[in-house]
């Protein structure tokens, strides 16, 4: 804890040290930086079409299936000067193992003035709760040739993650939708964004709702498109998540909770007649292809 506060205190003096803060609500700039995770494949985890993960308990090779994620800043702009970034797991999910890019990579995403950068990371295995500061570096007027704002120095943000970490459950997790997620809420547990949209002008910026959307973890006692649980994939498993969407409100009976996990096979969030179709889809190629079910609807799906 003595970390996190530490963190939360150099983004206060950060922030009553710029000359010219602005609050992002009296504000007419509309420019809205955001943070996003991605969660890389693994032995225990496959990753959906929309970067969902998938865990199929009954297949984990490991006793705390692991996954691996990394954190990036959205700063199409590359305006932001400074930020805090916090997030936490939902019941089931223990985050660990958190790591700088210097730490992975050998360098610093963001790379202005290392003179200055002192980031500090700090995760809280028991809360499940970890902080990510990179201080202001706009709080130097007396240098004008410096340049305070981050510079992305890569041709994508993907390329540079400002933090890395792991995000395990037991693997005698109840079948369900997990999450990792970013705060959003309560003054000093909340993300916080630092960006320069003018010489003279900073803000500071909290973002929200979709500007840090969750990263999903879809568990699941039996294989990705199974849906029946019987051990294949095939057309039946087509059939039934179809049933499930055509009767949503009296399904439960028929599909269990496990059952629609395994049927969201594009990782949407929902089964509906989409899966269904791909399912099928892979069922009729699967005596010719060697793709999985995953890298097969990558093929296939925009
Ligand atoms: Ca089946
Ligand atoms: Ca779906």
Redesign the pocket.
């Known amino acids: 804890m003595k970390k996190i506060s530490a963190a939360i205190l150099a983004v206060s003096l950060a922030v009553s040290s710029a000359a010219a803060l602005t609050s992002s609500a009296e504000s007419d700039d509309s420019y809205s930086p955001g943070f996003y995770f991605k969660a890389q494949p693994s032995e225990d985890f496959q990753i959906l079409h ?1 970067g969902r993960a998938y865990l199929d308990t009954s297949n984990a090779k490991s006793d705390n299936p692991t996954l691996n994620v990394n954190a990036y800043i959205t700063d199409e702009k590359e305006l932001v000067g400074g930020f805090v970034a916090k997030w936490s797991g939902s019941e089931g999910v223990t985050l660990d193992n958190l790591k700088s890019p210097k730490d992975v990579y050998g360098v610093l995403p963001y790379t202005p003035d290392e003179e200055y950068y002192d980031i500090s990371l700090a995760c809280d295995t028991e809360k499940g709760f970890i902080s990510v500061n990179y201080p202001n570096m706009m709080i130097f007027p007396d240098q004008p040739d410096k340049k305070y704002a981050f510079a992305l120095t890569g041709e994508k943000s993907d390329d540079y993650p400002f933090a890395i970490f792991d995000a395990s459950l037991e693997k005698s997790a109840d079948p369900g939708v997990y999450s990792i997620n970013f705060h959003a809420n309560g003054s000093g547990d909340r993300c916080n964004i630092i960006y320069k949209p003018s010489a003279k002008e900073i803000i500071d910026f909290v973002p929200t709702g979709d500007l840090i959307p969750s990263l999903y973890i879809n568990v699941s006692d039996r294989a990705l498109g199974d849906v029946n649980g019987d051990g294949d994939v095939d057309g039946s498993d087509s059939a039934l998540a179809l049933y499930a969407y055509a009767h949503a409100n009296v399904a439960d009976d028929v599909v269990d909770e496990a059952g629609m996990i395994a ?10 007649g ?2 269904a179709s791909l399912i099928l889809a892979y069922y009729a190629n699967k005596a010719t292809t060697e793709l999985s079910l995953v890298d097969f609807i990558d093929t296939i799906v925009e």
């Open positions: 929309s049927g969201d096979v594009d990782g949407s969030g929902d089964v509906d989409s899966d």
